[in-house]
């Protein structure tokens, strides 16, 4: 066979391969790239700021303030006491505060469900990224790194007796599930219980009621050489409280406005600590601060309050064994306050997380008490924020206030307020 012809061969055969592949292919186009994953990885977050809770005055249809309230039908024993309660519902307001994280880049719709007893859903709003009609405010629901709010209003159709709360959920794009985004309800998420005093006590109310829960963040490390510091403890919003732990009737004034406190802390931790007390002359008291848990002692000493001088017999120096103390009523675990720089102090009590707060007293009506409290019992914002304390700490020599730029409230009158 010669060479011209094995040449042709072998072209012919090339060129049936060619038109075999190009036939099998056919008019297929390239299959498409897959669509960009999430560049958070885990989907977006959030971080819960806190939630206002407000009762507002009820209103005639006029606009004025009510004062006759809304009519009241009696039960079959003839007690004038069933409201209607769903008209009453539509005085309450929730607005949820919370700041973006990372990955809003594919959210499409941030939803916002006001939660009832639980499993009830009576109300929801929902917004769409695109949506021509949003504003400012809702453009931020979907980037990240903003602070946020929304608020929800009871429109009167359901009854809000029982406990409330505001979950946050999102939708990706191209996708109909809706993900929460809140917490787990729980000690870092809590609900609102309204009671029917709540509602009726709306009646009649000349300025709204604003109660703002804010999550008590988990046990914080804090710094190795504040044990070796002295402190005053100024609740936000009020004053150097500390006096109150050597007296709870004593009076602010200025010349027993220096008495501080150290810590010590406990089994190596760095989170829980004792308390020892020194007067406004720098004189270190006996023993360790401790709260009081006996009901028995009456007004002088109430339940929660805070005393000086844990010695096993109460601190009265009597050795009165009958109200003798256990070591764990001097322990406070520290916790993040919900504003820089300031703390909580947490004690559990049979059970039950207590915080200290500055509370007025409820015999006397004058004197604010230094005491641990239910975050649920607190039922003014003025306790409620007294919660956060800033440690205020103390120059070695003279006892006086370091000097320092961090906001505290020591001097300015802003947001000054009396507990109730």
Same mark, same amino acid.
């Given at each position: ?24 292919? =056919?008019? /297929? @186009? ?8 999430? %560049? &958070? $990885?885990?989907?977006?977050?959030? #971080? ?14 006029? =606009?004025? /303030? @009510? ?8 039960? %079959? &024993? $003839?007690?004038?006491?069933?409201? #209607? ?336």
């Amino acid at each position: 066979m010669s060479g011209a012809l094995i040449f042709i061969l072998v072209l012919v055969a090339a060129l049936i391969i060619t038109l075999y592949m190009v036939y099998k292919k =056919g008019g /297929s @186009s390239p299959a498409p790239a897959p669509a960009p994953a999430p %560049s &958070s $990885g885990g989907g977006p977050s959030i #971080d819960v700021q806190g939630i206002e809770r407000t009762l507002n005055p009820d209103k005639k249809d006029d =606009g004025t /303030s @009510s004062t006759s309230g809304y009519a009241i039908r009696e039960y %079959s &024993s $003839g007690t004038p006491t069933d409201y #209607d309660l769903n008209e009453l519902s539509k005085n309450i307001s929730m607005t949820l505060q919370w700041k973006n994280k990372g990955g809003f880049e594919n959210v499409e719709k941030i939803i916002a469900q006001w939660h009832h007893n639980t499993s009830s859903i009576p109300m929801r709003k929902e917004f769409t990224k695109n949506n021509e009609n949003n504003n400012n405010t809702v453009t931020k629901y979907f980037t990240n790194f903003t602070d946020n709010t929304v608020t929800l209003t009871a429109n009167g159709s359901f009854n809000a007796v029982g406990t409330n709360i505001i979950r946050l959920y999102y939708v990706l794009a191209g996708t109909t599930d809706e993900v929460e985004l809140t917490p787990p309800v729980g000690t870092d998420f809590q609900e609102w219980t309204i009671t029917i005093p709540d509602l009726s006590g709306t009646i009649g109310m000349v300025e709204p009621t604003t109660y703002t829960w804010t999550p008590s963040r988990g046990g914080m490390k804090i710094e190795k050489d504040m044990f070796t510091k002295q402190y005053r403890m100024w609740p936000f919003a009020g004053y150097n409280a500390t006096l109150k732990i050597e007296d709870q009737t004593r009076a602010w004034a200025t010349n027993n406005n220096k008495h501080t406190v150290s810590m010590v802390p406990v089994e190596g931790a760095n989170n829980r600590v004792k308390f020892i007390l020194y007067n406004h002359e720098g004189t270190k008291l006996p023993g360790y601060v401790y709260t009081n848990q006996d009901i028995s002692q009456g007004s002088t000493y109430g339940f929660g309050e805070l005393r000086k001088g844990y010695t096993n017999d109460c601190g009265d120096g009597t050795g009165n064994t009958q109200c003798a103390i256990d070591e764990d009523q001097t322990i406070y675990e520290i916790i993040e306050g919900s504003k820089p720089y300031h703390y909580r102090f947490k004690q559990n009590i049979d059970g039950v997380d207590y915080f200290l707060v500055l509370k007025k007293h409820v015999t006397d009506g004058i004197n604010d008490r230094f005491k641990m409290m239910k975050i649920e019992d607190m039922t003014d914002s003025c306790t409620y924020n007294s919660m956060d304390i800033f440690m205020a700490p103390m120059t070695a020599t003279h006892r006086t206030v370091d000097t320092t730029t961090i906001p505290d409230r020591r001097t300015t009158t802003h947001d000054h307020c009396r507990p109730t």
